[in-house]
């Protein structure tokens, strides 16, 4: 089982930036595939990013791709999301999320894969 706990979100400005954290506690860290969600008012959570267990690999919703960059930071166990050029369409409920039993490359979109998520951070995005 792992735990994960997201931070950094909060109120910024059309073209603005933000750093999403989210930060592991449980079974090894690496062993895990990891992604990034979000969930706007009135609409179905959706894909954002997903990165590999040993961070080589990440893929990317086509309307953040150029936007936002996934990484990992294994011997923290920590995962961030860098959201740049952001616009009011990107405000949401941003989930991190992690999945088990990946090979060592995979990246997936696919929320049924993921077994564990966080409870979500805020992230709005004024005109």
């Known amino acids: 089982q792992v735990q994960l706990a997201e931070s950094g979100g909060g109120l910024v400005q059309a073209g603005g930036s933000l750093r999403l954290s989210c930060g592991a506690s449980?079974?090894?860290?690496?062993?895990?595939?990891l992604g990034w969600f979000r969930q706007a008012p009135g609409k179905e959570r959706e894909f954002v990013a997903s990165?590999?267990?040993?961070?080589?690999?990440?893929y990317y919703a086509d309307s953040v791709k150029g936007r936002f960059t996934i990484s990992r930071d294994n011997a923290k166990n920590a995962v961030y999301l860098q959201l740049n050029s952001l616009k009011p369409e990107d405000t949401a409920v941003y989930y991190c999320?992690?999945?088990?039993?990946?090979?060592?490359?995979?990246?997936?979109?696919?929320?049924?894969?993921?077994?564990?998520w966080g409870q979500g951070t805020q992230v709005t995005v004024s005109s």
């Open positions: 990165i590999s267990r040993s961070g080589g690999n990440t």
């Open positions: 449980g079974r090894t860290f690496s062993s895990f595939g």
């Open positions: 999320a992690a999945g088990y039993g990946w090979g060592n490359n995979v990246v997936t979109s696919n929320q049924g894969t993921y077994g564990a």
